[in-house]
């Protein structure tokens, strides 16, 4: 797997939109947008407005274009792209999980890959978001690992990591696969549950629809937060997933800010935009007053 990073120092976004969807052969999505992502004028006017929050300063990165490939294998197209929605999932999480990002996934080549467009700041952020060389790595390094854990159909991939971070996945690798012979039990069926629903969920409604459909029902005894799963309880903590819990929490708090604060955006603009209104009909006024005055002199000197 490559994952390679380019920094746009312009508001290039319809230029990268462009080149980005030039093929036939692509499948587009957003992350953290409103607009539908087929819907070229919308997604690049979420990105310059967004743009808009930072000081214009010369050869400072409005963008970036960052590509994530996988290495050669024998999996069908469908595989493949199933496969590198999640990876791209989980990295958006590590590099970018506040900002705007639209992303094409592209077959034309060799090898399958997909394209990401990333702001440089955060969603309504008045700063730039720069990763360091040594913090990029890292997760490099991080994805790859996650890669060669969980899809190991892929092939060990060995351009990130060290001998020692391949022996580790290697040892993962094999213990995956060993457990995958074995049946495994209620305990474990609930882990991966959970995993799956507290990556996906994006809000409340969301959560409590889903956890309603498998038969999920969660509580609360004190500072212990468990599950009840098939008349049995489990506690996160005892699943190892009570971080991942809290994440998710943290994750729809964000987004439930977020959208409250470009609700009042909105409403202010709106405002704004009214008062400006009724400034300009006040000008408006007074200039017609100012012309009808002038013609009543006119009038009054002719008749003298």
Not at 22 to 32: A, L, M, Y
Not at 230 to 259: A, G, P
Request: proline fraction near 1%.
């Amino acid at each position: 797997m490559i994952i390679k990073s380019l920094s746009r120092s312009n508001k290039s976004f319809k230029a990268l939109y462009n080149y980005l969807t030039r093929d036939n052969e692509f499948n587009i999505d957003n992350f953290n947008l409103y607009s539908d992502p087929h819907n070229k004028k919308d997604t690049i006017n979420e990105f310059l407005q967004n743009s808009n929050y930072l000081k214009n300063s010369r050869g400072k990165n409005y963008l970036y274009h960052e590509i994530i490939s996988l290495n050669k294998n024998n999996l069908s197209q469908e595989q493949e792209e199933r496969i590198l929605k999640d990876l791209v999932q989980k990295y958006i999480s590590l590099r970018a999980e506040n900002h705007l990002v639209f992303s094409s996934c592209h077959n034309d080549k060799e090898h399958t890959h997909i394209h990401l467009m990333i702001s440089s700041n955060e969603i309504m952020g008045n700063k730039r978001i720069r990763l360091s060389k040594k913090e990029f790595s890292n997760i490099q390094k991080e994805l790859e690992i996650y890669s060669n854990t969980i899809y190991p159909e892929l092939g060990l991939s060995k351009h990130y990591q060290k001998e020692k971070s391949l022996e580790k996945s290697k040892n993962k690798e094999q213990e995956l696969k060993q457990r995958s012979k074995k049946q495994q039990t209620k305990k474990e069926q609930l882990k991966e549950i959970l995993q799956d629903l507290f990556s996906k969920t994006q809000s409340t409604t969301y959560f409590k629809n889903h956890i309603k459909d498998i038969g999920l029902e969660f509580y609360i005894r004190g500072e212990t937060i468990g599950v009840i799963y098939n008349n049995k309880k489990y506690r996160l903590k005892t699943l190892n997933l009570e971080h991942e819990y809290k994440l998710m929490l943290k994750s729809i708090n964000t987004r439930d800010q977020r959208k409250e604060r470009r609700a009042n955006q909105k409403s202010y603009q709106q405002k704004s935009y009214q008062n400006d209104k009724a400034t300009i009909e006040q000008r408006r006024d007074e200039m017609k007053k100012i012309r009808d005055s002038l013609d009543i002199e006119k009038e009054l000197e002719k008749s003298r």
